[in-house]
């Protein structure tokens, strides 16, 4: 048995902007499925919800700051969540990285900083937990600084560094590394210093065991400029100690026959539940209701990566075709006013919903027939995966773990029962348009279809399999 520590900044369902707090909740689940000992650690936010309030273990002083360790649990489970406590930087509303109002915390640096210097402390058992872990599991940059000060200690545990996501590098002027009042050894090209600047990402590329990344193909593709922002020769560098592990998803909260949150459950067996979802969807948006147009869903956050731009240059032909869109997220202030723009000039084809709804999620992946992820980069991605599970066809840019989860529709992949959804290359508009008038066109042969659907569903996207790849990696090291 191992004792993992695994730390993250957010972890799902206590507190979430994206898919690394649904890794976060459900993989330490799943190492303990697989009789594991894991210990989940992330900061005491303001805005935590769904958990038992924590109990106070102990106080650690680092860096001249004396903070609490509380203990709560992930709801409906034995796994322990260490909660770090130091309200003058976790005690005000906001997410993670920004403020009620979407602003950036100014201090995000000088907040990381001190959760990492107590991974490390609980890490290397100073923290009177009477608990040594022999792995410490960092996830991007907000963790990126525990590889870096575990690599000055004796007897430390092994350390392995998820990248959810290369866009995201925690890079802050070189003058905030003496204002951290950081190890000075840790201060060179090979280390935390890039062009001058600090990098918390380079603390878990640098300084880590072994690297992960959240897909076989992004693993590839992180080793190139286009993916690597500057940082692919250092992939490349250590590329025999970095793989690619592809996410499960959470087959509790995101099964169609149990999930109730949709107006009907239904299965592969039984597809009839799936059209009284479409209904009470445009019931819910102020849609028409016409059951025989094929509904197209978009959940994510409205950022360059997620493709946006080229839907908004799809959406003006879109409209004049046979379907409705369904769209959730928030993000980028003028995506979400050009996107509303369109749902007002067209309120029978499209329905904008700027916001963070989880119930409308599960509504959106249950009542849509085809979900567009057109990402430019996609380091795993979950909603292609839910999307088959609820018997929605994905279109997708071949990207990342888009393209290591979604089988195009190809005569060969029809005939041999692995098609999935939809996939294109090229990230254009023209592209994109192309695949969703593919889709249309196989949406109205029902048997063709609901072929596609029963592959779709019958897919395992369950967390076992890639739970079993980290532990094989954990005890390798
Ligand atoms: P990323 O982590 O890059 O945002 P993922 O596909 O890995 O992308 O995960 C996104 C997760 O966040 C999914 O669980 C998705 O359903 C959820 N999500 C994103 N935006 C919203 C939103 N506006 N409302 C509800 N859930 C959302
Ligand atoms: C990141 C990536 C996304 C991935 C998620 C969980 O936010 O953008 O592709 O699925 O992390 O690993």
């Known amino acids: 048995m191992k004792k993992i520590l695994f730390a993250s900044s957010e972890t799902h369902p206590l507190i979430k902007t994206g898919g690394l707090a649904d890794v976060a909740g459900s993989l330490p689940l799943a190492l303990t499925g697989l009789g594991q000992d894991v210990r989940v650690i992330m900061p005491h936010y303001q805005a935590i919800k769904n958990c038992e309030p924590g109990r106070y273990l102990c106080t650690v002083r680092v860096n001249n700051?004396?903070?609490?360790?509380?203990?709560?649990?992930?709801?409906?489970?034995?796994?322990?969540?260490?909660l770090v406590d130091y309200p003058p930087f976790f005690g005000a509303p906001g997410n993670p990285y920004t403020d009620e109002n979407g602003n950036p915390w100014p201090d995000i640096g000088d907040r990381f900083a001190l959760f990492c210097r107590i991974v490390a402390e609980v890490a290397m058992d100073r923290a009177y937990l009477n608990w040594k872990p022999d792995v410490v599991h960092c996830n991007d940059w907000q963790t990126g600084l525990v590889?870096?000060?575990?690599?000055?200690?004796?007897?430390?545990?092994?350390?392995?560094?998820?990248?959810?996501?290369?866009?995201?590098?925690?890079?802050?002027?070189?003058?905030?590394?003496?204002?951290?009042?950081?190890?000075?050894?840790?201060?060179?090209?090979?280390?935390l210093?890039?062009?001058?600047?600090?990098?918390?990402?380079?603390?878990?590329?640098?300084?880590?065991?072994?690297?992960?990344?959240?897909?076989?193909?992004?693993?590839?593709?992180?080793?190139?400029?286009?993916?690597?922002?500057?940082?692919?020769g250092l992939l490349a560098h250590r590329q025999h100690q970095l793989s690619g592990i592809i996410n499960g998803i959470d087959t509790a909260v995101w099964n169609p026959e149990t999930d109730t949150q949709?107006?009907?459950?239904?299965?592969?067996?039984?597809?009839?539940?799936?059209?009284?979802?479409?209904?009470?969807?445009?019931?819910?948006?102020?849609?028409?209701v016409w059951s025989d147009l094929p509904l197209f869903g978009l959940i994510g956050?409205?950022?360059?990566?997620?493709?946006?731009?080229?839907?908004?240059?799809?959406?003006k032909e879109m409209t004049s075709l046979p379907l409705q869109f369904v769209l959730l997220g928030s993000g980028d202030k003028s995506i979400q006013v050009r996107?509303?723009?369109?749902?007002?000039?067209?309120?029978?084809?499209?329905?904008?919903?700027?916001?963070?709804?989880?119930?409308?999620?599960?509504?959106?992946?249950?009542?849509?027939?085809?979900?567009?992820m057109p990402s430019r980069f996609e380091p795993c991605g979950l909603n292609q995966m839910y999307s088959?599970?609820?018997?929605?066809?994905?279109?997708?840019?071949?990207?990342?773990g888009l393209a290591d989860t979604v089988v195009d529709t190809l005569p060969t992949t029809l005939a041999d029962n692995t098609a999935t959804g939809f996939a294109f290359s090229e990230a254009t508009p023209g592209a994109l348009m192309e695949t969703i008038k593919r889709s249309l066109l196989l949406h109205t042969n029902k048997s063709l279809w609901h072929k596609l659907q029963r592959n779709a569903m019958t897919q395992?996207?369950?967390w076992e399999n890639s739970a079993n790849h980290y532990l094989a990696l954990y005890q390798g090291i």
Request: proline residues 6%; charged residues 20%.
């Open 262 to 288: 949709i107006a009907q459950t239904y299965s592969v067996k039984n597809l009839t539940g799936k059209l009284k979802n479409k209904t009470a969807l445009q019931e819910r948006l102020g849609l028409p």
């Open 339 to 372: 996107l509303q723009d369109f749902a007002r000039l067209y309120p029978n084809k499209v329905s904008v919903n700027i916001g963070y709804d989880e119930t409308l999620a599960h509504q959106i992946e249950a009542g849509a027939d085809v979900f567009l």
């Open 388 to 400: 088959q599970r609820y018997g929605t066809l994905p279109i997708v840019r071949k990207t990342g």
């Open 460 to 462: 395992d996207f369950s």
């Open 65 to 82: 700051c004396d903070v609490n360790l509380l203990e709560t649990r992930l709801p409906d489970s034995d796994v322990i969540v260490w």
């Open 301 to 315: 956050r409205l950022v360059e990566q997620k493709g946006i731009d080229l839907v908004l240059s799809c959406l």
């Open 193 to 232: 210093e890039y062009h001058g600047m600090l990098s918390f990402i380079k603390g878990g590329l640098s300084y880590s065991d072994r690297i992960t990344t959240v897909s076989p193909t992004y693993a590839q593709e992180i080793q190139t400029p286009e993916f690597g922002y500057g940082l692919e």
């Open 147 to 191: 590889p870096a000060l575990l690599s000055l200690e004796h007897y430390r545990p092994a350390t392995v560094f998820t990248i959810h996501n290369m866009a995201y590098q925690g890079v802050f002027p070189g003058s905030a590394f003496a204002a951290l009042n950081l190890p000075g050894q840790l201060w060179h090209p090979d280390g």
